[in-house]
């Protein structure tokens, strides 16, 4: 089992930047990537970017160049860096964490944190 819990989402003018974080607990060794999700309203929850266990990162087209995704494997944190934010990057913004264990893969979620971009 893998617990994610999420901060750092708030209410920014178009142009500005915010931080997210997910930190993880649990069977830590287990995840094999972690990464973010973000659904705005009445849309499908949609990828934004991952990033591997060897380090490795896939983000979105949409947000290429604007958002970065770094990790603190010593404190067990994914930090999501977003700047030149955009109206249409307003959703609730979702960690998720990908396991491997004994044959038996997981996906694992934080309850979410609204990111909200004024323009």
């Known amino acids: 089992q893998v617990q994610l819990v999420e901060s750092g989402g708030g209410l920014v003018q178009a142009g500005g930047s915010l931080r997210l974080s997910c930190a993880a607990s649990?069977?830590?060794?287990?995840?094999?990537?972690m990464g973010w999700y973000r659904q705005a309203p009445g849309k499908q929850r949609e990828f934004v970017v991952v990033?591997?266990?060897?380090?490795?990162?896939n983000y979105a087209d949409s947000v290429k160049g604007r958002l970065t995704i770094s990790r603190d494997t010593a404190k067990n944190t994914v930090t999501l860096q977003m700047d030149s934010l955009k109206p249409e990057d307003t959703a609730v913004y979702y960690c998720d964490a990908n396991t491997w264990s004994r044959g038996v893969g997981a996906q694992y979620w934080g309850k979410g944190t609204l990111v909200t971009v004024s323009s």
């Open positions: 649990g069977s830590i060794s287990s995840i094999n990537n």
């Open positions: 990033i591997i266990r060897g380090g490795g990162t």
